[in-house]
């Protein structure tokens, strides 16, 4: 399988703390996107990191890739219970191809 | 607002019935897709429409029909040959030029077979 494999599976974290997520995938990429899914709710794109760049901010949200290690991580400084979600990683394997989803991280953060 | 609507977002079915689950977008994009999401799962493709009357299966399309009719709808027909429909549907949608293939969701639709 080309999926994507994320850990950890689940995370809880206290208000105010960093939290980190991860997201291992198979083959070369296009791309790497992460998304976010509130319980019972649609995904909602986060942010985007292309096969040639390595480290993309947006807020409080950090995205490194390292094409070396087929890996990408997703770091949320000073969280708060609004983050308080799934972490999805999607990867792109070629211009115009499919998206393959990941597991997801379930994170919880506690006021 | 533009966006995607799903329809409804609850639906109950006994066994043996077809449902249609609806999926409108006002984005004017080109390409829509349709995900089934399991309890702790990641999101499986059904079935995409990259243009109005042409369609291809996803990696799970067994028991599952879809027709693009017209750039705005693309809904999809969980059929009685579908084993084990209990699940989340996901619609998304992709501009066609965007090059970076960035989704956009609609809030899902449920469905359970009793």
């Known amino acids: 399988s080309q999926q994507g494999e994320e850990d950890p599976q689940a995370l809880s974290i206290q208000e105010g703390e960093n939290a980190t997520m991860n997201c291992s995938y198979k083959t070369s990429i296009n791309n790497l996107q992460w998304y976010r899914q509130n319980s019972g709710r649609g995904l909602v794109h986060l942010i985007l990191?292309?096969?040639?760049?390595r480290e993309k901010h947006s807020g409080r949200l950090r995205v490194t890739l390292d094409t070396s290690k087929k890996s990408s991580s997703l770091l949320i400084t000073a969280s708060r219970a609004a983050d308080t979600a799934s972490y999805f990683c999607?990867?792109?394997?070629?211009?115009?191809?499919?998206?393959?989803f990941g597991q997801g991280t379930e994170l919880s953060v506690k006021p | 607002d533009g966006g995607i609507t799903q329809s409804p977002k609850y639906l109950f079915r006994k066994e043996g019935q077809n449902v249609t689950l609806s999926c409108e977008q006002n984005?004017?994009?080109?390409?829509m897709y349709w995900y089934r999401q399991d309890p702790g799962q990641g999101l499986r493709l059904i079935y995409y429409?990259?243009?109005?009357?042409?369609?291809q299966k996803g990696d799970i399309a067994e028991g599952y029909s879809v027709s693009r009719e017209k750039k705005e709808s693309f809904p999809l027909t969980v059929t009685s040959a579908q084993k084990n429909p209990t699940a989340f549907y996901l619609c998304?949608?992709?501009?066609?030029?965007?090059?970076?293939?960035?989704?956009?969701f609609g809030a899902g639709s449920r469905l359970t077979v009793l």
């Open positions: 999607a990867t792109v394997y070629n211009q115009g191809g499919k998206l393959i």
């Open positions: 429409s990259q243009i109005v009357n042409d369609f």
């Open positions: 998304a949608s992709i501009r066609g030029d965007s090059g970076a293939n960035v989704l956009t």
């Open positions: 984005l004017n994009h080109d390409a």
């Open positions: 990191i292309r096969s040639n760049e």
